[in-house]
């Protein structure tokens, strides 16, 4: 099982072009109804600062959601296949 909190990467596509970016992110796991507060956004080298705003998701009938809106964006679902594929391979090591 993984911890509380972690770092993730993935790669994200920017809108409307060809280029995606690799980003790595912080995810710290809620259990009251469980949701994730991701932050701290960082591209390859970058020692401070966050690309992008701090988001919190959840799993709603098998997409990764907003909290606050309850609808998926790309990097809703970007931030939350990460998620999966890190629980699948700490689950797949025990």
């Not at 796991?29 to 020692?47: G, I």
């Amino acid at each position: 099982m993984i911890q509380d909190s972690y770092f993730i990467d993935f790669d994200i596509q920017l809108e409307k072009t060809p280029v995606f970016l690799h980003l790595t992110a912080l995810v710290v796991l809620h259990h009251s109804t469980p949701y994730y507060v991701v932050s701290d956004f960082r591209t390859a080298y970058q020692k401070e600062g966050s690309v992008l705003p701090a988001l919190k998701i959840r799993k709603k009938q098998g997409k990764w959601v907003h909290l606050d809106t309850g609808k998926p964006t790309h990097l809703s679902e970007a931030v939350g296949k990460a998620i999966d594929d890190l629980n699948a391979r700490s689950s797949a090591t025990g």
